[in-house]
């Protein structure tokens, strides 16, 4: 896997092994044996690895509020998932951006159509590690080749949810809103459940600081990191006439396995909204 991916698609390493050591944890607050499976299965190719980042994983070295964050965030999008087949039993579901994610397991009723999209090598990697069904399929596609949303459309009549968890922040800023537009013009009705961050973030100083904190604490490349953001999750109603806020999550809302002070952070806007989750209808 070395040097085959970004330093951004790098990144679903870190969210894969949250993910599988809160699983293996005495409480954990998302259990995915899928992702433990394929974390032991990385293992040994991670422990050779010349990236201190990798090796740090593979020896189970994450941060506990990054784990916790990133497992509290996998267990909001399932339960987006779950609301919205509910909703829909015959809705279709799009992971954009999936990485290593192993949501259709987490999620499956026997019933679900779901896709995996990300980068042609990230799914080059994925198509190693899980098989692609009539009902779990992978789109091999930037998110911005528009010509993955034609095939959606070809083969279903939706309605669709799309996910994007850790995805939108990547890309810069126009290209968010001219995709998001798309996804409206291409797919009204439809659903999209998308984390942002906010767009303070992309002001120096704390372009800086948020900068040399993921270098430095992640141990990420330098070119991972974020290129846009919002303000407010009602900012993108202006964007185009139809798309409809819906709600918004913040982890700072989850009471769960964490100090107080943490929980006292949903009572700054600014704290909530520094990196959350939006709800959409298209
Ligand atoms: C932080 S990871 C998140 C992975 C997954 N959503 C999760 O939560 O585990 C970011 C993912 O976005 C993917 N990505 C970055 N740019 C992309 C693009 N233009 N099109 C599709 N995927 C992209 C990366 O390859 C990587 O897998």
Redesign the pocket.
Known sequence: MEGD??D?????L???Y??ALETKTTDPVLEDPKAVEIAEKLRPELLESNSMLRRNLAKGRIRKDLRLY?SL??RR?DQYANEFLKENPKGVVV???????TRFFRIDDGKLAFYD???P??IEIKKKLFSETDRYRYIA?????YAWMDRLKERHPGPFLF?????FM??PQE?VKKLVIEMHKTFPGSELACEMANSVIQRTPLRQIAKYKMRKQLRLGKNAFYSSGISDGKEVERWAHGIRFLDDWSYFDVNEKKPALYRMMRHIPLFRKMQWTVHYLL
């Open positions: 991916i970004s951004v698609s790098e990144t679903l870190i969210t894969l949250a993910r990133i965030r996998a999008y992971n954009l951006g999936c990485g290593l994610d999209l990300d980068l090598e990230v596609s930037s998110v911005l080749n996910l994007a968890e850790g995805l990547y890309l290209d």
